[in-house]
T-cell receptor, first 113, second 113 residues
Framework: GENVEQHPSTLSVQEGDSAVIKCTYS??????FPWYKQELGKGPQLIIDIRSNVGEKKDQRIAVTLNKTAKHFSLHITETQPEDSAVYFCAARAYNQGGKLIFGQGTELSVKP | GAVVSQHPSRVICKSGTSVKIECRSLDFQATTMFWYRQFPKQSLMLMAT?????????EQGVEKDKFLINHASLTLSTLTVTSAHPEDSSFYIC?????????FGAGTRLSVL
């Protein structure tokens, strides 16, 4: 089955700097890769996603890149703000897995003012 | 985006009692919903896939008699933790897909005394 590895587990940056979180997946059948932001005590919120037919997607300060050959995808946050502080999860879904998402271990991002 | 409502947000119960958690898709129909469990500072662990009108599919190691799932309508799935014990204390989160994107509820914090 699918396995998703996420790094780093914690990330601390200064306000205004960029943050990069990386994930690798194992199942070449995976074709959808969402990123979720989870604030303390709340459910995850989708912030961006990418499908396997696209190499990069951007939404304002957030971008995601996908390298299908290497089976890795990354989240890039530019001009970080204190409100970006949260836990970020990457996930992968295989076409033939009934819609199940397999999550990475999470990255706790701290943006220091 | 679509809205998934989860209730209650927090519940405290005595050991041996049962607790029911509801998950509703408010503005879309979902033939499938997913139930996750999350321990502090850990990732989301898929417990089961709830299927409208049929039996739920449980992940390996999840006791189906302990965690009863009912998906009686296209907008409601319930998770009942039966004969709860302190080790069942956790954060339970549901999700539902709308047009291929999974949306999460706000989660339920269960504390078993």
């Amino acid at each position: 089955g699918e396995n998703v590895e996420q790094h780093p587990s914690t990330l601390s940056v200064q306000e205004g700097d960029s943050a990069v979180i990386k994930c690798t997946y194992s199942d070449s059948a995976s074709n959808y890769f969402p990123w979720y932001k989870q604030e303390l005590g709340k459910g995850p919120q989708l912030i961006i996603d990418i499908r396997s037919n696209v190499g990069e997607k951007k939404d304002q300060r957030i971008a995601v890149t996908l390298n299908k050959t290497a089976k890795h995808f990354s989240l890039h946050i530019t001009e970080t703000q204190p409100e970006d502080s949260a836990v970020y999860f990457c996930a992968a879904r295989a076409y033939n897995q009934g819609g199940k998402l397999i999550f990475g271990q999470g990255t706790e991002l701290s943006v220091k003012p | 985006g679509a809205v998934v409502s989860q209730h209650p947000s927090r519940v405290i119960c005595k050991s041996g009692t049962s607790v029911k958690i509801e998950c509703r898709s408010l503005d879309f129909q979902a033939t499938t919903m997913f139930w996750y469990r999350q321990f502090p500072k850990q990732s989301l662990m898929l417990m089961a896939t709830s299927n409208e009108g049929s039996k739920a599919t449980y992940e390996q190691g999840v006791e189906k008699d302990k965690f009863l799932i009912n998906h009686a309508s296209l907008t409601l799935s319930t998770l009942t933790v039966t004969s709860a014990h302190p080790e069942d204390s956790s954060f339970y989160i549901c999700s539902a897909p709308d047009r291929d994107i999974q949306y999460f509820g706000a989660g339920t914090r269960l504390s078993v005394l």
